[in-house]
Nanobody, 123 residues
Framework: QVQLVESGGGLVQAGGSLRLSCAIS????????MGWYRQAPGKQRELVAT???????NYADSVKGRFTISRDNAKNTVYLQMSILKPEDTAVYYC?????????????????WGQGTQVTVSS
């Protein structure tokens, strides 16, 4: 079983920075992908950034150049450094671990989620 605990959210003024942390416990596989998602009130959960098992990163267009995802394997922690924050970044941010499996030639995956951490950016 994999458990994720996010921290680092809070209230910040526009233009400020925050670093979110996601502490991961349990068995992590080398093939697991990591990611951050967010959900604003009344909106669907959306991808913010991913870090794949081969160290490739992917960012939502809205955060490119402002957010950076990284991982500390020794600490089993994933980070999201957020800079030049905007009011539209306000959301609950969720950490994600995606576990892949291939069975009889078919690809499957299972997502693990944290409980989320609130980020509020004031104008």
């Amino acid at each position: 079983q994999v458990q994720l605990v996010e921290s680092g959210g809070g209230l910040v003024q526009a233009g400020g920075s925050l670093r979110l942390s996601c502490a991961i416990s349990g068995i992590i596989l080398a093939s697991d992908d990591m990611g951050w998602y967010r959900q604003a009130p009344g909106k669907q959960r959306e991808l913010v950034a991913t870090l794949t098992s081969d160290s490739s990163t992917n960012y939502a267009d809205s955060v490119k150049g402002r957010f950076t995802i990284s991982r500390d394997n020794a600490k089993n922690t994933v980070y999201l450094q957020m800079s030049i924050l905007k009011p539209e970044d306000t959301a609950v941010y969720y950490c994600n671990v995606r576990r892949h499996a291939v069975l009889l030639g078919n690809h499957y995956y299972h997502d693990y989620w944290g409980q989320g951490t609130q980020v509020t950016v004031s104008s």
